[in-house]
């Protein structure tokens, strides 16, 4: 995507550095574009946990950066696997409920457990991270593509008339390497010239929706209105929204789908009012070991001062303020899990397909229990 009519990714090798990281730092935005250089795997762990990237596909695709730069330290330790093994549980330490991040590490130790010296090691570890990021971006813009042929069907229903996506948290392309999820649909649809139109919603406390989404969206020249989190129902009941589309940070082969909070409530209204609800999300989101989301998906609580500060732009600087009293408790869930009942589909890079084991498993066959 681009930024300032520039082509940008979230997360890249730094051109004449292998030994630098170099990722957009989205605590800044919309009011700041900053560049943050990572050269070892504490500061990727620290960008993973504090949210300098977020989202499913980038938060895989910054630890399968991250435990490059693990290879390249291990092999100064003296103890490279011991090292390597330290790494990993780092980097899954960091944020529990997005499978990617699992996943990628994972993919990592096995493709450099195939190695015999520590050059031949960082090599492989070089060269899956880049491949990790390449996937990512292909997914999503295959994700686009199916994703189009929903909104061109709703739109030969109503000729000339703006096409309404509602979207909640950020699912675009700052969630993933590049074109996103839920937004790679809405992207190709407008490059289509279609009269697409977003509703936001701003997804308190850390408002990547009115923050993100909406910047992302600016920058590409989408229309759109950011709108609060509680407003979603109030337009569907007036029929001002055609479509849903979220992202996912996990989601069960049985459907279930763990999203950030306020998911759930937003498909809750999508049902009562008929409004067609997708889930966009590559392969690599698939959980294919967990059945029940409800039981299963490890929801991850963050900390109080999200729900009690917000932050914003004031006279050049970012300040933050407290909202709530000095003495009242504070809890704040990062992500809900939608049951698959709610769910009209998904949209993944192989097509679309309903929220059971049995369609999902359909559209990735070598996934046979």
Request: net charge neutral; glycine share 8%.
């Amino acid at each position: 995507m681009k930024v300032g009519g520039q082509h940008f990714r979230t997360i890249w090798l730094k051109p004449g550095d292998e030994c630098v990281i170099q990722l957009i730092n989205q605590r800044f935005l919309p009011h700041r574009f900053v560049i943050e250089e990572i050269r070892t795997v504490k500061q990727m762990a620290t960008a993973i946990r504090e949210m300098h990237v977020r989202g499913a596909g980038l938060i895989g695709a910054s630890a399968g950066y991250g435990m490059y730069l693990a290879a390249k330290e291990a092999a100064a330790s003296g103890s490279f696997d011991e090292h390597l093994v330290h790494a990993a549980r780092q980097l899954k330490a960091t944020r529990p409920t997005a499978v990617n991040l699992s996943w990628a590490v994972d993919r990592q130790l096995k493709n450099i457990a195939g190695a015999k010296t520590a050059d031949e090691k960082i090599a492989f570890a070089l060269r899956t991270a880049r491949l990790i990021a390449e996937e990512d971006s292909e997914q999503c813009r295959m994700i686009g593509q199916h994703g189009l042929k929903l909104i061109e069907q709703i739109a030969e229903k109503k000729p000339g008339k703006p096409l309404n996506v509602l979207t909640h948290c950020n699912a675009g392309w700052l969630a993933f390497v590049d074109y996103g999820s839920a937004t790679s649909p809405i992207y190709a649809a407008h490059d289509r010239r279609l009269p697409v139109h977003v509703w936001v919603a701003e997804t308190r406390p850390r408002n990547q929706g009115s923050k993100l989404t909406a910047w992302e969206l600016s920058e590409h020249g989408v229309r759109h209105t950011v709108i609060a989190d509680s407003a979603a129902g109030h337009l569907m009941q007036r029929g001002e929204v055609d479509l849903v589309i979220v992202g996912t940070d996990r989601t069960t082969h049985t459907g279930d789908v763990a999203n950030k909070i306020g998911t759930y409530l937003k498909a809750l209204a999508a049902r009562d009012n008929n409004v067609p609800f997708y889930v966009a999300l590559p392969s690599s989101s698939l959980d294919w070991s967990m059945r029940d989301g409800l039981k299963e998906i490890p929801i991850e609580e963050r900390s109080a001062e999200e729900v009690r500060c917000v932050d914003g732009w004031l006279e050049g600087q970012q300040v933050e303020v407290r909202v709530t009293p000095e003495g009242s408790a504070a809890a704040n869930y990062g992500f809900d899990v939608t049951p698959a009942r709610l769910v009209t589909g998904l949209i993944t890079e192989r097509g679309v397909c309903e929220a059971n084991d049995k369609s999902i498993r359909a559209l990735f066959p070598e996934q046979a229990p």
